[in-house]
């Protein structure tokens, strides 16, 4: 064997010269350029870039799959020296019973739902390792064990949807491990699960690669979550790979200005400001001659416009090979820091009072049950003029409870909600006064779902607008003046939603909202679904808006960065109880409830260019509150035992509106 | 240029053409207007009895040929859509404009009223379609409305279930969540942002009722319960010629193949609708 071949057989993953396309109408419309990887035995790759990019489409050439309508158009795909889309259907089933490990994006949906989890493993187990019934249930045990699930000999007698998201992740990487490959494939595995479960996630697969010598591929938009795990790093734009390397440096230094643009979009958790973004999206780009991202790119010039997109260049100058697609790579190389890409937080003064909620109580249980509490339990809020009040926590914390029940949807048990001083909310919507369903509009997470497909934009928007008593010439021009206020153009009234990416669906929403003239918004995970970029400019216009027209928001949201760069105010919730508030820098500098501080040590730890070794939490989110006590005391490092179970805790004011509601005095607390 | 682009496209519903749809819709079309020219294309009359002629072969007099009382075929076959194309569009019509707002009224409130109505439908739903008309139809008489209203008590039920959970599935979303935050009522919210989104169910569902109440009736008038003799009716010509039918065989095939036109016909109408309104550019608009 040459040396040469050698070379090969040790690489578990090369991808070379890879162009997939698939067909629309008579066109070829190219998915993957030119794309060339290579990945070793143990390394970890990561391959980030937003919805459109290819990433997904890699991750599943990987395994051999195209999507149905396209092909390859070039390169080849080598797991183990096997070329897996050039070989027969028993080759690459092979191939992937023995070699890869695919863990897909959404774990729910790839479990099947009417098979105990035992017996899903026992499966794969069986027909890759032909083990017999015994061995097999038994080594089904040890995997779920190794991915880190709590019981593991009860729970393989579970069904899929008797675990949380978390525990049906990990369980999708216990059958990934099944077939003992050597290389595990993961696309976007934590899109979708709570921050704390997310970091315990991403701390199984580090560990996992410790202990098994696994070879790591992760396709995320999560910048973050990558940095924790993988070591490298492919970034990709328009189907090609736009800068390679050292995740650690690229995240650094970006040597190209995709990544840097890319960087400098997400908020941040460890320092406050507004994320500056990058101009534009991806689909406005395709086309482009040259440097496919050169009308996006702040260090564009003439040439960029020009001949052949431009190729890899190595880095010099650095100890591990780095790689960039840039004609300007001395002057992104020089540039000042992206950390520095932000618009610091505005003083503002802040308004009358405008939403007033006490002691408010939502209960869905039918019939008493002496063993949990409501929903959402004695809930104070205030939310004032020109103010942006963040409600945070996990799912299942009541957030969109309190939300729906300020919108009129849903009926408060007890407890009072006043906006503007007077207007009474815990009527539904459909007894309030007119003029007070104007003044409290909403704006929801999924674009998508948020606008009716069959109508035109413009429509959805001209609608409050003619409940507001507009008609013809009138409304059609305030309607282009909400257009304006959002960054649309009044031609984009006549799209429907399918016709417009999703950031500028969300600007229609947002459009929608500010058209029933209102003085509060409730902003229900507005940018959460959205691409960093798009969540970047998404951000700076709510930031804009509120300005403009004294707008109060109340922000729900479960990712803490975002709420620190747009939030004036935090109020932290778990299992519908108030544990925490105050403003936004206090509670960032603490000293905080243990519930928060979980939260924030899990969102540092994926924040993009933290290297830290990533301690994952074992917790699992509780589903019911408990009918006494503190609701955070099963998962709660400081529990008082005899106190924190019967008793519900005392407020501690520390200063400024800075409160925590914990019965271990804050001092002793920060201190462990 | 952009601005031009955007207003030259079609604002409403747009069938692309599709040979299954298109075929679907030249039948009925074919069946609605043969029947509204059917004085002036029918050579004889079609229900004047003429002893001198009866069963009768083809001939160049009689195409078609004649029945057992020498009327023309052709003729009966021409005019034999009008009662039960009559009955089962509107019967169809009225199924579905009722069970429309019936189902999305039930998928909209929920609660006890949807509660009280699902199970008063499951008992409609529990007695078979033809037992029911049969009932009806001997208690009340066979006249056109009674068979209308019958058909649509009968048919309404299985519509305002398909309803319901088309509807079901489009009052969760936001934007309905959005319409009731601003206060609106069940009509506009039904009308604006429910009703476009299950139109491709409605539409299938028309289509697929109309040919099945078409049946239905004929079904009657074979059974000797819908059009009474002489009416021309291709469900009665059936019954009437089926003794006949190695004597004259046109008689009893040609009534069976025109039934066939319309069934077929609203069938691949209501096929070709499902598949054009599920590739359209609204729900696949960016390709």
Redesign the interface.
């Known amino acids: 064997m040459s040396v040469a071949a050698k070379e090969t057989t040790r690489l578990v993953a090369e991808i070379s010269g890879l162009s997939i396309a698939y067909r ?1 109408g008579v066109r070829d419309v190219p998915v993957l350029r030119d794309v060339s990887l290579s990945l070793g035995a143990g390394e970890a790759l990561a391959i980030v870039g937003e919805s459109g990019c290819g990433k997904s489409t890699l991750a599943s050439a990987l395994v051999g799959h195209l999507r149905t309508g396209s092909r390859v158009t070039g390169g080849s795909v080598r797991i183990g020296g096997e070329d897996v889309l050039a070989g027969d259907a028993r080759t690459v089933r092979t191939l992937r019973r023995q070699q890869i490990g695919f863990v897909p994006q959404n774990a729910g949906h790839s479990l099947t739902p009417s098979m105990r989890i035992g017996a899903q493993v026992v499966e794969v187990l069986r027909a890759t390792r032909k083990m017999d019934k015994s061995a097999a249930r038994a080594e089904a045990v040890r995997l779920l064990a190794q991915v880190r699930l709590p019981e593991p000999d009860v729970l393989v007698d579970r069904y899929p949807h008797q675990l949380s998201g978390g525990q049906q992740q990990r369980v999708a990487v216990a059958l990934a491990l099944a077939g003992a490959p050597r290389l595990l494939v993961l696309d976007e595995p934590t899109t979708g699960l709570d921050v704390v479960t997310q970091a315990g996630v991403l701390a199984l697969f580090s560990s996992l690669r410790a202990e098994l010598g696994i070879s790591l591929v992760m396709v995320s938009h999560d910048l973050g979550a990558v940095s924790a795990v993988c070591e490298r790093v492919a970034v990709m734009y328009a189907g090609r790979v736009v800068e390679s390397g050292a995740t650690e440096a690229a995240f650094r230094l970006p040597a190209h200005p995709y990544t840097r643009g890319l960087l400098s979009s997400v908020a941040r958790i460890a320092a406050p400001g507004l994320p500056l973004g990058m101009p534009g999206s991806m689909a406005d780009t395709l086309t482009s001659p040259g440097c496919v991202f050169a009308p996006r790119c702040e260090f564009a010039q003439e040439s960029c416009t020009e001949g052949d997109p431009p190729e890899l260049t190595p880095v010099e100058g650095e100890d591990a090979p780095r790689f960039s697609a840039c004609l300007r790579l001395p002057e992104v190389l020089a540039a000042p820091a992206w950390e520095a890409q932000v618009r610091p937080p505005r003083t503002r003064e802040r308004g009358e009072p405008l939403l007033q909620i006490s002691g408010l109580t939502v209960d869905y249980r039918r019939r008493p049950d002496p063993r949990t509490g409501p929903t959402v339990s004695d809930v104070d809020l205030t939310v004032h003029r020109g103010e942006v009040v963040a409600l945070v926590g996990e799912s299942g914390s009541g957030k969109s409870t309190i939300a729906w029940t300020i ?3 849903r009926r408060p048990t007890s407890g009072e909600i006043t906006l503007d001083g007077g207007a009474d909310l815990t009527r539904t ?2 007894r ?1 006064d ?1 003029a007070v ?2 003044q ?3 704006v ?3 674009a998508t ?8 934009v413009g429509d ?1 928007v001209l ?2 607008l003619r ?1 507001r008593g507009l008609r013809g010439e009138a409304a059609v021009a305030a309607r282009d003046r909400v257009f304006e206020d959002v960054g649309l153009e009044p ?1 984009h009234a ?3 939603p ?2 417009l990416s999703g950031g500028q669906q969300q600007r229609v929403g947002i459009a ?1 909202a500010l058209a ?1 003239g209102p003085a509060l918004v409730l902003a229900d995970e507005v940018v959460s679904a959205l691409d960093v970029s798009i969540q970047a400019s998404v951000l700076r216009l709510l930031d804009d808006l509120r300005d403009e027209h004294q707008l109060g928001y109340l922000f729900i949201s479960h990712d803490l960065a975002v709420v620190r760069a747009l939030a004036d105010r935090v109020v932290v919730l778990y299992l519908g109880r108030v544990c925490e508030e105050g403003p936004i820098e206090r509670v960032f500098s603490g000293p905080n409830h243990p519930y928060t501080r979980l939260l924030m040590d899990s969102a540092l730890a994926t924040e993009p260019g933290m290297t830290e070794a990533l301690v994952g939490s074992e917790d699992e989110p509780e589903s019911a509150p408990p009918a006494a006590g503190c609701a955070f005391r099963n998962r709660c490092p400081q529990r008082v035992e005899g106190l924190c179970d019967h008793e519900t805790p005392p407020w501690q004011d520390l200063g400024a509106g800075h409160r925590i509601r914990c019965h271990v005095p804050v001092e002793i607390g920060a201190r462990t | 240029m ?2 031009l682009a ?2 030259v ?1 079609p ?1 409403r519903l747009s069938l692309p053409a599709r040979p299954s749809l298109l075929i679907g819709l030249f039948l009925v079309g074919l069946n609605v207007v043969v029947a509204l020219a059917a004085p002036l294309l029918a050579p004889y009359s079609p229900t004047q009895p003429n002893a001198l002629d009866a069963i009768e072969g083809s001939s160049s007099a009689h195409w078609l040929g004649t029945d057992q009382l020498g009327r023309d075929v052709l003729s009966r076959v021409l005019y034999g859509g009008r009662y039960a194309m009559l009955i089962s569009l509107s019967a169809a019509l009225l199924t579905v404009v009722l069970g429309t707002v019936l189902g999305c009224l039930t998928a909209y409130r929920r609660g006890w009223f949807d509660e009280v109505l699902m199970r008063l439908l499951d008992s409609v739903l529990s007695v078979p379609a033809i037992l029911a008309l049969l009932v009806v139809v001997t208690a009340l008489g066979s006249g056109a409305s009674v068979i209308i209203l019958a058909s649509t008590v009968v048919y309404c039920p299985a519509l305002i279930r398909v309803v319901r959970a088309a509807a079901l599935s489009i009052v969760g ?3 309905v ?9 069940f009509w506009p919210i039904m009308v ?2 429910i009703w ?2 299950i ?1 491709d169910v409605v539409l299938v569902e028309f289509a697929m009722r109309a040919s099945w109440i078409t049946l239905l009736v004929s079904s009657l008038s074979f059974l000797g319960f819908g059009a009474n003799p002489p009416t021309p009716d291709w469900g009665l010509m059936v019954s009437e010629n089926r003794s006949l039918l190695t004597v004259v065989p046109l008689a009893t095939i040609a009534p069976i193949v025109a039934l066939a036109t319309l069934i077929v016909g609203l069938n691949l109408a209501a096929d070709g609708i499902a598949k054009a309104r599920g590739i359209d ?7």
């Open positions: 629309s919108a009129g949807l919507a459909a309030r007119p369903r104007r409290l509009q909403l929801f997470q999924n779902t948020s606008l009716n497909p069959r109508r035109t959805a609608r409050p409940l031609g006549e799209r429907y399918a016709q929608r029933g | 952009t601005n955007l207003r496209r604002r979303l936001d934007y969540t959005a319409a009731r935050a601003r206060g609106e009522g604006r942002e476009p989104n139109l550019r609204i729900t696949g608009g960016l390709r």
